[in-house]
């Protein structure tokens, strides 16, 4: 039976066949060959302005390791993508169970929740400069309201700068987490609240014991979308900072952009890109790979 | 492969608490006696609405500002437009440089050409792929998976070069071209196949015992079946195609036209002063994926939330 089936598939099969066969030859062309052109690219001193490109052999990466303006965006780059993470994951667990009813005002406030994540990171940068820059909402509200003497410079200061573009990727990322743990929260059986009720389980006590295993999945997802989201993340600190104060902002993904387009180094930015490519496929395997095993175990 | 919307599996407790009036409706059969909860009712729906308010914001201000004055927006950024008024909105569709008209419509000629094209690709190849079986069909779902995490800045200049060998670089074809390959693909694959697995097998094979083609089985079964695949990945490709920045950046190039983000970025740098325009071209730019979400709103929280409950 298998057999004759297969036989009736062969000729019918070939518009089909055709039409596949050309996405993959699509995703051959755009996505795996970019990756082996980057990764030749990045054993030599490729460069635009120059008439001809020489292999250098592991040159490029050997100057990775004593490249200070990496070092410091590999640590903007983590401390951006677990700060934020965290963050991110925690708001969107607490204003989830907030959120967890069905009435309209409940739906209505579920919906406004997500408008952050609709928008581009272009015009997010620009609303949240009109904010946080010297003259913006935030510091004439803070001083209309005297918290301020004067302006903080939420942008203009290397720390300050940082810990603003986290809240604002937190902001976006919000949206997102929210309605990943709302759809968690859902999917947890009412008999279950009612068990835990009878027991007189209520509060943290419910929520470690009930709530929080019951929406590891959700968590698995939203974590691991959050990581490769601020990961590869490049508009929002591109409008907000462009990499500064100081390159203080400046993530690997910005500084890959540099190097390619501003500094013309396109081998050494190529071996910078598969840094990151390395540094994003650990931290997605390893972090999923642990949530999974934690979904298994709770 | 299910697909959970939060207001899905709820509707029916909605209805049976229609009559218990302010009790929470997931508390009703627990709590016959409707005595007052520690954290429920009147107290909750604060708390959530502050919350809510302070999350919106920024995108309140972005709302209000659009309809003021540059005088009322240094003196009271945060206070409604009262009297509104549209000359922000107009001065920045009427600019000369026609940023707004030009850049809506680039994007939206990219996205949906875009996506037009990466649906039959990406389902006939999900459909064509998931009849197959054993490890061939494995490694090119992992790769096709692995697609979602590259982060663009990697492949970015490497098809830069590709088009420009195809004499496309700088043009809109070269930018849907890429965005067909890329990612986008991977996504798209990624929901279809996940669809695909719970078209029964008995409708394939009977539509085949019939004489109908691969491709006709494919356009005339499969496509309707899995529909809410289609909508998800019509929602969500076209809004990231149409938010997507660094692409049509560096791939475009500045002399080619802008797309809303480029053109956005671009342009908005001198107005960093003029408050007024700035918000009403912030305005114009964000409110059709505004409001293409508000009107497909259900969909898109049902798209969200099916990968995460896989």
Redesign the interface.
Known sequence: MPGTRRRRRETPDRGLALLAALALGLYLVFLVLPLLLSLRSSFTNENPLRATNDFVGLRNYTEMVGDEQLRASLKVTLLLAFGVTIAANAIGVGFAILLNRTNLSYRVMRTVAFLPQVLSGVIVGFVWQTILTQNGVLNTALLKIGVLDEPYPWLGSPNAALFSIGVVVAWVLSGFTTVVYLAALQSIPLELHDMASLDGVRGTQRFRMVTWPMIAPGTTISVTISLITVLKLYDIIAVLTAGGPANSTQSTALYIVKLAFTSDRVGYASAVAMLLLALSALVALTVTGALRRREVSL | MTT????????E??SLAAGIGAV???RA???PTGRPR?FGGRF??L???A??LV??A??Y??LV?AFKSQDDILAN??TPPWPPTLENVTQALTRPDNLIPLGLRNSLIVAVVSVALLV???S??S???SRRRGRTKAA?LV??A??????????????I??LTWIGLDHTYPGLI??N????Y??FA?FVYVGFMRSVPDEII?AA??D?????R??WQIVMPLVRPATATVVIFLT?WI??D??NPL?ILGPLQGQT???G??LT?GQYSVD?GQ??GI?FL??IL??L???TV?KQ??AG??S???K
């Open positions: 959970v919307a939060p207001s899905g599996g709820t509707r407790r909605t929470p409706p997931e059969g627990a709590r520690r909750r729906i708390v959530a609405a919350v809510t999350f919106v920024p995108i201000l972005m500002n950024p945060i039959p690709l990406g006939a190849f459909f064509y792929i090119i790769a096709f692995a697609g979602l995490m590259i982060p663009p800045q990697v492949t970015l200049l490497p098809t070069k590709i071209l890429s067909l390959g890329g990612g693909l991977s694959v094979q085949r015992l004489g109908a083609s691969g491709l089985v494919w809004l149409w938010n920045f660094l560096f809303i983000t480029t956005l970025y908005i408050y700035l918000f912030m730019a964000g994926p505004v293409g979400y508000l709103q898109f929280v969200l939330t990968g995460a409950s």
